[in-house]
């Protein structure tokens, strides 16, 4: 928490755009936080352009260090559209302006989701997609409960049209939002040295004081410290493909970082009430995102019927037929198969009492309801991987297709009552038609509760190095010998610092030339920083209600699935629950080269191959594994002619 002995600071930041404005803010959550408490300030706001990805995240590093977050962020508001222009047409229709909402409680939150879906997923009735993430006023006006509004400064609707010497609209605006936002809607006066800031200033106070609305000042922060400017201004370029010495690009002041209580109100000395209504909002907007225990979708089991019994049910009808098909022997009679049995039964009933007291018979119906969906459409399926294989549950329902007691497999890998985590089933797809079973998926429990899970790609050690060389203008050459003396190790990343400390070619380019020196200065200073969201490989969500009322949403723009604006730690938090639909490309080359054995007149039964030829473990031996799944890395061949596998326990 902040030092007892220190009095809290006079003013809260209200604007701060964090990492998570993707290739816009540097201001890194942890760092962010610990600035407050650095500096005594007991609430602080985060509002990152047109998302909440770092919400809970941001949510929970504040309250651990005993700071009161502020859930905001800054939405684009599309403008008017001029009468007849249509939906795709002009060159205004894109066209939005900045404003901030702040969250003052559950119903804020909410209202909040429901905004940011629109602005990535339009309404229900919408034909198309929005091409860039905005809402209309409409929107804003229609989920305006639990939320507080600031105008936006210069750039927003009613600064802009001020700007634009439109006093009559801008105030016509100002009166409309007044109404929408009874005693929420608050003037937001900037003043980071730009000409456009102090042009308007005047009668954007004149119009507060008119019309009885308080001020507010706010320092939109991109950044954390006054040093970062020269780093901060090489991202934006990044962002841009321009670069820096280009004058026709966006560029920001040395005014946008966060600066101390005490700097803000010496800027505002002359407006003490926009400072200390700082605090009168903080104090109004103390909701903080809460962590959500796990909430499965109902699985559907018929009248009457509940999940436990119903997993009961089929696992008992699945095991029955395993048995019959893989485990008993030609000849057996009753007694001989009642003792081969009795182990997968009783191991079946221990492991029933240990899913339904955990509570998660749901999870499993669901998985085997789209694997069953899946073998029915002939889609190539994996045998089942990673610690799921251990369940005679999940091989009785068919989910994976190992015996487990073959194989000597345990259960308390998958699922243990003493370690309380979600089960977790890595099932592979044919990457072909992986999309048809997500398909089937969001048919079953509605588009609105199905999505894909996001990822951020990060600005690592080679990439910043590539990235700030280029809108540095150095030559490509240069770049490149540098970039090569960072070791690649993806597993491992190894960071630029790390680089620098074990390779002195590092510090012989630095002392040959200064722009060398420059690049690793503003590296440092970038790297880690997130670069570009896009969608997990396989991670998706089910919900038992729509998704924006539990997590923000988000879509990428080459594609129409939602993705969830939390990535896969902070998803599960919210209380959805991850299913895994990967796509492998190996279960793709072994479809199609069966359906051409199939062609010349031969049929194989994969599920009926002997898993002791000779052979095959000679082919692996001499490490002849090119396009074989898991064993065909240069690590793992040579691995395997040392080896020399003979069984498939040593593989």
């Known amino acids: 928490m902040p030092d007892s002995r220190s009095a809290p600071a006079e003013f809260v930041h209200l604007r701060v755009h964090s990492a998570y404005s993707l290739s816009e803010g540097a201001a890194r959550v ?81 209202n909040l989701l429901k905004l940011l879906s629109i602005a990535y997923l339009g309404h229900d009735e919408d034909e198309e997609m929005p091409l860039d993430p905005q809402v209309s006023l409409q929107d804003l006006t229609g989920h305006n409960e639990g939320l507080l509004l600031l105008t936006g400064g210069p750039n927003g609707p009613v600064g802009r049209l001020l700007g634009d010497d439109q006093d009559q609209a801008a105030e016509d605006i100002l009166v409309d939002l007044k109404k929408a936002f009874p005693g929420r809607l608050y003037v937001e006066i900037m003043r980071h040295g730009l000409e456009r800031e102090k042009r308007i200033e005047g009668r954007f106070i004149d119009l507060a004081y008119k019309h009885d609305l308080p001020l507010v000042a706010t ?138 007291e955990m509570g998660f018979p749901g999870y499993f119906l669901i998985v085997a309801d ?7 459409r002939g889609i190539p399926i994996g045998p089942g991987r990673g610690s799921g294989a251990g369940s005679v549950v999940a091989w009785a329902l068919t989910i994976t297709d190992l015996d487990p007691l073959r194989w000597g497999l345990l259960f308390e890998r998958f699922l243990n009552p003493e370690r309380i985590s979600m089960p977790d089933f890595d099932i592979d797809f044919c990457q072909d038609r992986r999309d048809e079973v997500i398909h089937y998926v969001q048919q079953k429990y509605g588009r609105d509760r199905v999505a894909q899970i996001i990822t951020f790609g990060k600005l690592q050690a080679r990439a910043v190095l590539r990235d700030v060389g280029r809108v540095l203008e150095m030559p490509y050459g240069q770049v490149d010998r540098i970039c090569k003396l960072v070791p690649n190790n993806p597993a491992n990343p190894t960071t630029l610092g790390q680089a ?13 030339d200064e722009a060398v020196g420059k690049l690793i200065e503003v590296g440092l200073k970038l790297e880690g920083l997130y670069r570009h969201a896009s969608t997990h490989a396989a991670g998706v969500v089910i919900g038992d209600r729509p998704l924006d009322q539990l997590i923000p949403l988000y879509r990428d723009p080459r594609s129409q699935m939602p993705v969830t604006g939390f990535n896969m730690k902070y998803v599960e938090s919210a209380g959805l629950v991850k299913f895994d639909f990967l796509g492998l490309k190996t279960l793709t080359v072994i479809d199609k080269t069966l359906k051409l054995i199939a062609d010349r007149g031969a049929a194989i039964d994969l599920s009926t191959l002997p898993l002791d030829d000779e052979e095959t473990y000679s082919m692996m031996g001499r490490g002849e594994t090119t396009g074989v799944f898991q064993l065909e890395s240069t690590g793992m061949r040579d691995v395997l002619r040392k080896l020399k596998p003979d069984t498939f326990e040593d593989i």
């Open 219 to 356: 320092n939109e922060a991109f950044y954390l410290t006054a040093d970062m400017y020269e780093a901060h201004d090489a991202l934006i370029c990044v962002a841009e493909g321009a670069y820096v010495s280009q004058s026709d690009r966006r560029r920001l002041t040395r005014q946008h970082y966060f600066k101390s209580a005490d700097e803000m109100k010496m800027l505002f000395a002359d407006l003490p009430e926009a400072i200390d209504n700082t605090l009168v909002i903080a104090r109004r907007t103390a909701y903080k995102v809460e962590k959500i225990d796990p909430i499965l979708p109902p699985f559907d089991c018929g009248d009457g019927i509940g999940e436990p019994d119903e997993l009961r049910r089929q696992a008992k009808q699945g095991l029955e037929i395993r048995l019959q098909r893989q485990v008993y022997k030609e000849g057996q009679d009753e007694a001989e198969k009642t003792k081969v049995g009795k182990p997968y039964w009783e191991r079946l009933d221990y492991e029933l009492g240990v899913i339904n």
């Open 370 to 376: 789209f694997i069953h969906w899946t073998r029915s």
């Open 500 to 512: 620098i400390e074990s390779e002195p070619q590092f510090q012989a380019e630095i002392n040959a």
């Open 30 to 110: 942890g760092d962010l936080v610990q600035m407050c408490r650095d500096q005594s300030m007991p609430a602080v706001a985060m509002t990152d352009t047109n998302n909440l990805f770092g919400g809970l995240e941001f949510s929970s590093a504040c309250f651990e260090a005993g700071i009161q977050p502020i859930i905001g962020c800054q939405l684009s508001i599309s403008r008017p559209r001029r009468g007849g222009v249509q939906p795709g047409q002009g060159s205004e229709i894109d066209l939005s302006d900045p404003m901030v909402v702040l969250v003052q409680n559950e119903a804020g939150y909410l």
